[in-house]
């Protein structure tokens, strides 16, 4: 190969083709890669926060309904904010309707005492953009 | 059989008059032919929205749940009974939610559109609606003759 550093220097295009030929065909078939093997990119599955911890919506645990109340409207943050699975979702929306039935649960707002209660999700940065 | 639970809400009275309400809560199930599995105190607190009942508006009510069995035919007299009792400034029958596993689909749910099932069944639904072509039969995908 020394010859191509050799500036200047043209070879014939035969002779490349013969050097590269010859290269593909010592190839050894052991160093053929493995495309058996699973998806080494596959990324790992997601699951929203009540399926992870395991807990199961109940109209009496006002305390965790609550968090996903908005505090300016008492009203329930829907999924692309809440980012929960379609199944938890639907369960913690009628346990709420149930708690606040109940005289549990406050209706045109969130309850004071638990307003300094941890976020579970940014409300400001959903999913996909707000109706509103 | 089904477990209901319900929810009372009472008005503040002295300890006595509340005992003598309980009573009557749970001689009326009773009465309907159930049986109570447990009994709780939730406390003493503020309503989170004020209730008017029986001529009166109440701000603050005492919580109790009950637990029971009953056939599904007496709920609806046991709801009118408590109605009617003016120590009882709310009541709700709800059923015991029985525990079941269900696997989380957030990670489907994320996919970007196509992959979404509900949306590929959106799509042959709208496919339905496509107006039939007319197919030649030559057993080729194009038209052999000049148009
Ligand atoms: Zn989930």
Redesign the interface.
């Known amino acids: 190969m020394n010859i191509l550093n050799r500036s200047l220097v043209r070879l014939p295009i035969t002779i490349l083709q013969s050097w590269t030929s010859r290269c593909t065909y010592v190839t050894n078939i052991t160093d053929v890669p493995n495309f058996d093997m699973e998806n080494p990119f596959e990324k790992e599955?997601?699951?929203?926060i009540l399926?992870?911890h395991n807990i199961?919506p109940?109209?009496?645990n006002v305390k965790l309904l609550s968090q996903f109340q908005s505090p300016y409207t008492g009203r329930i943050y829907g999924r692309h904010i809440t980012?929960?699975?379609?199944?938890?979702q639907t369960e913690v929306e009628t346990e709420i309707v149930?708690a606040?039935?109940?005289?549990?649960?406050?209706?045109?707002m969130k309850?004071p005492v638990f307003i300094k209660s941890p976020k579970l999700f940014d409300v400001e940065n959903p999913?996909r953009p707000h109706r509103f | 059989m089904i477990t209901y639970e319900l929810?009372v809400?009472l008005r503040i009275m002295p300890k006595s008059e509340l005992v003598s309400t309980l009573k009557r809560t749970a001689e009326t199930l009773f009465d309907k032919g159930g049986i109570i599995r447990k009994l709780e105190n939730?406390g003493t607190r503020d309503?989170?929205?004020k209730?008017s009942v029986h001529g009166m508006v109440y701000n603050r009510?005492s919580?109790f749940?009950f637990e029971f069995n009953a056939p599904p035919l007496a709920i609806r007299d046991l709801l009118d009974e408590y109605g009617r009792d003016i120590d009882i400034?709310?009541r709700?029958i709800?059923k015991k939610?029985v525990?079941e596993h269900?696997e989380?689909?957030?990670?489907e749910?994320?996919q970007p559109a196509p992959y979404r099932k509900n949306v590929q069944e959106l799509v042959e639904q709208a496919r339905k609606l496509d107006k039939p072509k007319f197919n030649y039969n030559t057993g080729l995908d194009y038209y052999p003759f000049q148009k």
């Open positions: 599955r997601k699951q929203c399926c992870k199961i109940d109209y009496k980012g929960l699975c379609e199944h938890k149930k606040q039935s109940a005289g549990l649960m406050a209706t045109y309850e999913l | 929810m809400l939730l309503m989170p929205y209730t009510a919580y749940l400034i709310r709700r709800y939610i525990p269900q989380c689909t957030l990670h749910e994320l």
